[in-house]
């Protein structure tokens, strides 16, 4: 059973940094995409960042050119840099890991910012 544990969360003030940080635990053969989503209240998940096995990166327009994905496959983690945060980034985030062909969530880190 593949688990995901999310870190990094927390209260910042507008025009500051987080680094969310997601480790895999469990067996895994092979990890394919890995990504960030967030859910604002009410409202349905959207994706955030994923990058692929090769290093591909996909970004919401939103959090273009201030976030920023990237991954450690050696330890099977996908971390999250967030700079220049704005309260309409305040979101529980969610981290996404395809294990095994097997899509599986974290719990969700809640990531406040405010004005």
């Known amino acids: 059973q593949v688990q995901l544990v999310e870190s990094g969360g927390g209260l910042v003030q507008a025009g500051g940094s987080l680094r969310l940080s997601c480790a895999t635990s469990?067996?895994?053969?092979?990890?394919?995409?890995m990504g960030w989503f967030r859910q604002f209240p009410g409202k349905q998940r959207d994706l955030v960042a994923t990058v692929t096995g090769t290093g591909s990166t996909n970004y919401a327009n939103s959090v273009k050119g201030r976030f920023t994905i990237s991954r450690d496959n050696a330890k099977n983690a996908v971390y999250l840099q967030m700079n220049s945060l704005k309260p309409e980034d305040t979101a529980v985030y969610y981290c996404?890991?395809?294990?095994?062909?097997?899509?599986?969530w974290g719990q969700g880190t809640r990531v406040t910012v405010s004005s």
């Open positions: 469990g067996s895994v053969f092979r990890i394919g995409a």
């Open positions: 996404n890991v395809v294990a095994d062909y097997v899509n599986y």
